[in-house]
């Protein structure tokens, strides 16, 4: 089995999981490979020995698996890298909340041991596309979790007209808004009042983000839909967001989301049940009660 390691290389404590990773794989007799910005991160700046494994360039990733270091930010920027090619990712959490990267330090050997042994499932999760007038952005245009568009500056709310298939929905007023995956429901969405959908659902959630009337709610849509949007602003332009990644764009362009033609396989081994992962996370079910 053919294993690649991404991890980010701004966070040096808690890179310091990498080397047990790096061990454990050793150990099972994996052949491993390792991202190479991240590989240079961890021999330069950890000393960490992978002169046993080979390092890649994004673009030439070739492996079975992929292992993300990090938080749900990293997984997310890993599943960027993997783009289409259908490597399973695994995430590793050293983050904070965790709801891609579900492995925790404390669980790293037992992961690593039932991936070894074929023991896990893999979750196909759908991806967004994006399109600005007709045209692919340039880069990667796609998302996991969600799209946002943004206002671009802090005084005054942006219009955002949406059609779904070609129909009017809403022009929504508001300081954004957030078309999100199921995958992408426990994220930004979440914290704009949006609803956790579960993850393998062929669904689409579209929020606003602190809308200027109280009757506006989320809409959930199917993800065969396409989403059009175009956004009027004081400023004459707007943020969108893919991902966490941002770019400004005027508002005379029209912005076209649709369901990316393939999906992102998330490794499941602790919690293959993603309402174990919900409680755990959310703290769902928890006996607060004082003592008495």
């Not at 930010?73 to 590793?92: D, E, K, Y």
């Not at 956004?231 to 893919?242: A, C, D, G, T």
Request: charged share 20%; net charge negative.
């Amino acid at each position: 089995m053919r294993i690649a390691l991404f991890g980010n290389v701004y966070q040096v404590k808690k890179n310091l999981y990498v080397r047990q990773v790096v061990d454990k794989l050793r150990q099972l007799g994996a052949e491993v490979c390792v991202e190479q910005t991240f590989g240079r991160f961890l021999r330069e700046n950890l000393d960490i020995d992978i002169s046993f494994a080979g390092m890649f360039p994004v673009k030439a990733l070739d492996a079975d698996l992929a292992i993300s270091i990090g938080g749900d930010g990293t997984f997310l920027t890993t599943a960027a890298q993997v783009g289409c090619r259908q490597v399973p990712i695994l995430g590793i959490n050293t983050g904070r909340l965790g709801f891609l990267a579900d492995v925790s330090p404390d669980d790293i050997d037992e992961a690593l041991e039932a991936v070894w042994r074929g023991d896990y499932t893999v979750e196909p999760r759908t991806v967004l596309q994006v399109e600005k007038s007709g045209e692919p952005l340039a880069g990667y245009p796609f998302a996991l979790n969600e799209v946002a568009l943004l206002k671009h500056d802090l005084s005054s709310l942006i219009q955002i007209e949406t059609c779904i298939d070609g129909a009017p929905l809403n022009v929504f007023m508001a300081d954004g808004l957030i078309v999100s995956t199921p995958t992408g429901s426990t994220g930004y969405s979440l914290s704009v009042g949006g609803p956790v959908m579960q993850p393998t659902t062929a669904t689409l959630c579209i929020s606003p983000v602190a809308s200027h009337s109280l009757n506006t709610r989320p809409v959930i849509v199917s993800d065969e839909v396409e989403i059009t949007m175009r956004v009027r602003s004081r400023s004459h332009n707007f943020l969108i967001s893919i991902d966490g990644r941002c770019e400004s764009f005027p508002d005379d362009v029209t912005l076209t989301l649709r369901r990316a033609p393939y999906r992102v396989g998330v490794m499941k081994v602790k919690h293959p049940n993603f309402f174990d992962t919900l409680r755990e996370k959310m703290m769902w079910g928890e006996d607060r009660r004082y003592n008495q």
